[in-house]
């Protein structure tokens, strides 16, 4: 089993849609969270960190639930500028180490 | 932010080569940078954490003799590919932590370089 998962995808929404990705992680010692924005042929960008009281920015929503080990990330108004891979990333505690997810395509069309 | 340089951004070798990818933490110092691996279509692999005037360590199934890595300065990696071989094809991205000169404190976010992309032929 991965120790972070996700759906590959592709999701393929129109523009204005509202478009929810899951993750779901299996080492009960991870500490940290976040979501990952990588382009294609590009390094991954921190698009936003996941807490358990949810958090919000502009029109992002991610959220957190330690008891089933589930994040997911909620992309509201999407933009065509919006398509790309989103990793689900988790810390684990006391090693700085990052575990990715594999990866969930987000295409945006007009 | 922080900012991350990798170099070189590509490298084109032949089977037999040993590369050298450079790893730099800009205007910040780093005690501990992270190499990783990228298939295409796969996701990003923790290769080894790099630490500064130690030996890295190394994830489970990463050759360590193959993979050179020497962390010499606060702000200076380097990964360097031994006899390189067409699987070894891969972008390879570091990872610096941000971290406090006066209190030493270590950030959590950490900043990727933009990568060197490797083919051996």
């Known amino acids: 089993r991965k120790e972070v998962e996700q759906d590959p995808g592709p999701f393929n929404v129109p523009e204005g849609a509202t478009v929810a990705f899951n993750c779901t992680y299996s080492?009960?010692?991870?500490?940290?969270f976040f979501w990952y924005r990588q382009d294609c042929r590009k390094e991954p960008k921190l698009l936003m960190s996941?807490?358990?009281s949810g958090n919000e920015d502009g029109r992002f929503t991610a959220q957190l639930n330690r008891a089933s080990q589930y994040i997911s990330l909620l992309i509201r108004d999407s933009k065509l500028s919006d398509s790309a891979t989103y990793l689900c990333v988790v810390n684990l505690r006391n090693t700085g180490k990052l575990i990715f997810g594999q990866g969930t395509t987000l295409q945006v069309k007009p | 932010g922080a900012v991350v340089s990798q170099h070189p951004s590509w490298v084109i070798c032949k089977s037999g080569t040993s590369v050298k990818i450079e790893c730099r933490s800009l205007d910040f110092q780093a005690t501990t940078m992270f190499w990783y691996r990228q298939f295409p279509k796969q996701s990003l692999m923790l290769m080894a954490t790099s630490n500064e005037g130690s030996k890295a360590t190394y994830e489970q199934g990463v050759e360590k003799d193959k993979f050179l890595i020497n962390h010499a300065s606060l702000t200076l990696s380097t990964l360097t590919v031994t006899s390189a071989h067409p699987e070894d094809s891969s972008f390879y991205i570091c990872?610096?932590?941000?971290?406090?000169?006066?209190?030493?404190?270590?950030?959590?976010?950490?900043?990727f370089g933009p990568g060197t992309r490797l083919l051996v032929l």
């Open positions: 080492n009960s010692a991870s500490q940290s």
């Open positions: 996941v807490y358990s």
């Open positions: 990872s610096a932590i941000l971290e406090s000169p006066v209190s030493g404190r270590r950030s959590e976010t950490q900043y």
